[in-house]
Structures are given as structure tokens and as C-alpha cells.
Antibody, heavy 119, light 106 residues
């Protein structure tokens, strides 16, 4: 049974870096594409970035260059770093698995973690 | 690519046929998906490749369309179907979602 679990600080101060990790169980992280999605009341669902074990990555241009996504095959985990956060980055963050290739729909989601940006 | 989903909300009764539409600002072929989200839960995949039912999803859900116009239909609304539905395009980056359609009880 495939499961994804987000972990990381729930409270981040403005201008600091948000860091989240997604731990995957039930499948190999090298077999699929992976993304981070976030959901805030003001902007709905927003795709943040994707990664594949080959090193392929991409991120949403709306986040400029604040995003870093990485993958640790030894731990079957992938991670998100978002720097210079503001209150607008407050959201529920989800990690997801792509169904097949990078154009695959998201067939497995983590439960989501609420990250609040506040001093 | 902008996705315009309509309606933004609707009220319906158990047994009703419900149709939600989503229009893309550019063609995305059939790289299109629909998700259902219940309060406090992560979205769940219903339909992928515009019209393929995800494993385990009841057959009362169906999807159609290609290019710029897509439809999600629930043939006979059940109590567990009251939720918010989102469309998503996977035809180009950045991936984008519709703003959601909330289906509640009439």
C-alpha cells in the first residue's frame, strides 16, 4: 500500500526558509515522478515543483527561484525548500505521486501539513 | 494555462445528475484530470486522461472532453459525493487547477 507522509516545521518566520520532507512507503521513489502541491484559501490548489530520480526538476515560475526540490533515494524521501517566505506562503502543503510520467495525474497524496508563516 | 471551472457551487439532491465543466485557455489534448476533495482531506483522483476512471472510483463518475472543453458528470448523486471537485490540466507547465466546484445538499 502506497503511503506518503509530510513532515517538517509547522511554523516558519517571515523571510526564513520553509523545509518539508515527504517519506514514501509502498513503492520505490526511483520509479515515479513526484510533486509538491499547496492549498491556501486565497489561491486554491497550486503546483509547486516536481522531481524525478534522473535529476529532472521543474518549478512554478510564480514562485520565482525560491524553490528547491530534492530527492534521497536511500531514504525513499523527497524534500521541498522554499526560501524568503511571507504570509502568502501560509498553506496546506501536500506531497503527491505522479501516476506514470511527468504528465501523469496525481494518484497518491500525503495527508497534507499546514505551514503557517508568522513571527 | 488558465482553467475556468463552472459552476463555482451547486446544490443538488441525492439521485440528481450533476455536470461540472472546465474550460482551458489553451488546448491540452486529453492531459486532464478531475479530483474530489472532502473537508480536511487531501484531494483524491477520480478521472485521468480526461475520461479514464481511476481504479476504485464508482462508475457513476465519468469524464469527457479534449482540447479546451471538459466535463465531469455524476450520473446519480450519492450522499458521499457531497464535496468539492477540481479540474487540472497536465498538458503544459506550470500545471494548473480550476478554482473548484462545491457540491452541497439542496
Amino acid at each position: 500500500q502506497v503511503q506518503l507522509q509530510e513532515s517538517g516545521p509547522r511554523l516558519v518566520k517571515p523571510s526564513e526558509t520553509l523545509s518539508l520532507t515527504c517519506t514514501v512507503s509502498g513503492c520505490s521513489i526511483t520509479s515515479y515522478y513526484w510533486s509538491w502541491i499547496r492549498q491556501s484559501p486565497g489561491k486554491g490548489l497550486e503546483w509547486i515543483a516536481y522531481i524525478y530520480h534522473s535529476g529532472n526538476t521543474d518549478h512554478n515560475p510564480s514562485l520565482k527561484s525560491r524553490v528547491t526540490i530534492s530527492l534521497d533515494t536511500s531514504k525513499n524521501q523527497f524534500s521541498l525548500r522554499l526560501n524568503s517566505v511571507t504570509a502568502a506562503d501560509t498553506a496546506v502543503y501536500y506531497c503527491v505521486r505522479h501516476q506514470s510520467n511527468d504528465r501523469g495525474s496525481y494518484d497518491y497524496w500525503g495527508q497534507g501539513t499546514l505551514v503557517t508563516v508568522s513571527s | 494555462i488558465q482553467l475556468t471551472q463552472s459552476p463555482s457551487s451547486l446544490s443538488a439532491s441525492v439521485g440528481d445528475r450533476v455536470t461540472i465543466t472546465c474550460r482551458a485557455s489553451q488546448g491540452v489534448s486529453t492531459y486532464f484530470a478531475w479530483y474530489q476533495q472532502k473537508p480536511g482531506k487531501a484531494p483524491q483522483l477520480l478521472i485521468y486522461a480526461a475520461s479514464t476512471l481511476q481504479s476504485g472510483v464508482p462508475s457513476r463518475f465519468s469524464g469527457s472532453g479534449s482540447g479546451t472543453d471538459f466535463t465531469l458528470t455524476i450520473s446519480s448523486l450519492q450522499p458521499e459525493d457531497f464535496a468539492t471537485y477540481y479540474c487540472q490540466q497536465l498538458g503544459s507547465y506550470p500545471r494548473t487547477f480550476g478554482q473548484g466546484t462545491k457540491v452541497d445538499i439542496k
